[in-house]
Nanobody
């Protein structure tokens, strides 16, 4: 079964850092374009960042300089490095990626930032 498997969330104090991972499983395809999204309680899912198959990146304006999206093609994994976290970053984070001719969502991972 093809899926994106996320890891790396958890509880962190304000000012801390976390790195999320999103690995392709059950697929012979390499991850193409990929992105991260997040959904805070009571809010709509919002776009965080994307990375192209060639490594070009884009970020939501409010997160530039704070979050970094990257990829390791050898591991078929995409990452989201999150620094200087604040309680406003508390959300469920989802990866989204192309595998072959389809796009998939990860299962979501909770990030909670305490003040």
């Amino acid at each position: 079964q093809v899926q994106l498997v996320q890891s790396g969330g958890g509880l962190v104090q304000a000012g801390g850092s976390l790195r999320l991972s999103c690995a392709a499983s059950g697929s012979t395809f390499s991850i193409g374009a990929a992105g991260w999204y997040r959904q805070a309680p009571g809010k709509q899912r919002e776009w965080v960042a994307t990375i192209s198959s060639g490594g070009s990146t884009n970020y939501a304006d409010s997160l530039k300089g704070q979050f970094t999206i990257s990829r390791d093609n050898a591991k078929n994994t995409v990452y989201l490095q999150m620094n200087r976290l604040t309680p406003e970053d508390t959300a469920v984070y989802y990866c989204h990626a192309e595998l072959g001719n389809r796009a998939y969502w990860g299962q979501g991972t909770q990030v909670t930032v305490s003040s």
